[in-house]
């Protein structure tokens, strides 16, 4: 029975995080891209961080994924730890036929969604995040 | 079915203490694992979802990371000492859509833990937000500690 069980897959830790003043690590979320007929999803996994910490970059071609989460207070010892708390960050290379204009983004359960609209290439911008 | 019992040291009461240390553990570990090619024992080995597991006097609180699961799709069931989460993580639809990258996992999946302590079942607690799964299962009375006061002449 245990085979058929989902296994844990343990936190990839990053030390390039950029501006990181905070005193967690930062994790890589997994994440899973699909190509379809109109558009290019992304789905990020970042448990613990609540929509209005999300924080997405576009910057000419660079698409940076940035998730914090509110802080941890342990209550009481700790007898079992399986993972670590921390942070979120990724960054992406885009290609130059997705719409920067048309770019949804939304958070739900601790996933991150995106969807990018394939078009020509626009001027860089900023991403609001809405809840799906 | 996983089932969980602890190990006989505790963690250091100080937070934070053991977190430098357990940076470094973790990458020494990644380091080595070419060396010792899959018999070295991560951090997490085992079943989704991982937990963090913390006592109290009052109670034992349960803390895991379930992303894309709601409160609908989990079952939590607590039998005497042994507390079983299980579900199913489903993957996003996609029609007629070719994955460039795949690194999250789905199935389901159940795990039970063994609780160190007797708890009141009645007054279970259970959160489930952005992810993350909170439990607090309050201790069961007579495990409780309890205050002796001493009469003074």
């Given at each position: 029975m245990a085979e058929t069980d989902l296994q844990i897959s343990e936190k990839k830790e990053t030390?390039?995080?950029?501006?990181s003043t905070r005193d967690v690590p930062v994790f890589i979320p997994p994440v899973d891209i699909y190509e379809s007929e109109n558009s290019l999803t992304l789905v990020a996994d970042m448990p613990?961080?609540?929509?209005?910490n999300v924080d997405i970059d576009l910057d000419s071609d660079q698409l940076t994924i940035r998730g914090t989460v509110s802080q941890y207070e342990q209550k009481?010892?700790?007898?079992?730890?399986e993972y670590t708390y921390g942070d979120y960050y990724r960054q992406f290379t885009l290609s130059s036929?997705?719409?920067?204009?048309?770019i949804q983004a939304s958070m739900k359960d601790g996933v991150l969604k995106l969807v990018l609209a394939k078009a020509e290439a626009a001027k860089p911008r900023k991403i609001t995040v809405k809840s799906s | 079915m996983a089932i969980f019992r602890y190990p006989n040291w505790r963690w250091p009461d100080?937070?934070?203490?053991m977190e430098d240390f357990e940076r470094a553990r973790r990458q020494m570990d990644r380091l080595l694992s070419v060396f010792s090619a899959g018999t070295s024992t991560p951090a997490s080995s085992g079943v989704f979802p991982p937990l963090i597991v913390t006592e109290d006097g009052d109670a034992i609180y349960v803390e895991g990371e379930i992303p894309g699961i709601k409160a609908d799709d989990l079952d939590i069931s607590v039998v005497g000492r042994t507390l079983t989460l299980s579900g199913e993580r489903k993957p996003e639809e996609a029609q007629n859509a070719t994955y460039h990258r795949r690194e999250r996992k789905w199935g389901s999946f159940r795990k039970a833990l063994t609780l160190p302590e007797d708890i009141n079942p009645e007054a279970i607690q259970a959160e489930c937000k952005n992810g993350v799964l909170k439990l607090v299962l309050p201790k069961a009375e007579h495990v409780k500690p309890r205050k002796i006061a001493i009469k003074g002449e």
């Open positions: 030390q390039a995080t950029g501006e613990g961080v609540p929509m209005e009481g010892e700790a007898l079992f730890k036929d997705i719409d920067r204009e048309k | 100080i937070p934070g203490a």
